[in-house]
């Protein structure tokens, strides 16, 4: 496996994600890091987009995600980005998710996030 990755860090989306009524209804921020792991050797040598993947596409992957449809959980959400990614771009071997909710909805409690972490490879 590369120790080569693209990474994307610190996306930020509004969507409607949650096991809570209230999340569904109101939405919430997210932030995503996702890192994909594949042999840039060739992007390297050659300076063309054709031997990497689109930092765009990543991206847009990530976003119909979590401005999409709405899931009851975290771990879904990412399950669901790294399968689609891993489908999308077979240069990809392995991936790695992570999705944060940025006030989860837990009462009495100061925490800056709460998120998963998953990681996927072929």
């Known amino acids: ?16 994600h949650g096991v809570n009524a209230e999340e569904r209804a109101l939405g919430q921020p997210f932030v995503v890091d996702l890192e994909a792991e594949m042999d840039l050797r060739a992007a390297c040598d050659s300076d063309r987009l054709t031997d990497t993947v689109s930092y765009t596409h990543l991206y847009r992957a ?8 709405p899931l009851n959980l975290l771990e879904a959400a990412a399950g669901t980005i790294a399968t689609q990614v891993l489908h999308q771009h077979p240069l990809i071997n392995a991936i790695r998710v992570r999705v944060q909710k940025t006030r989860p909805p837990i009462r009495g409690s100061v925490i800056d996030s709460a998120g998963v972490e998953i990681y996927r490879q072929r």
């Open 62 to 69: 990530v976003k119909t995600v979590m401005e999409g449809e």
């Open 1 to 16: 496996m590369s120790a080569d990755r693209i990474i994307l860090s610190g996306m930020q989306f509004y969507g409607f």
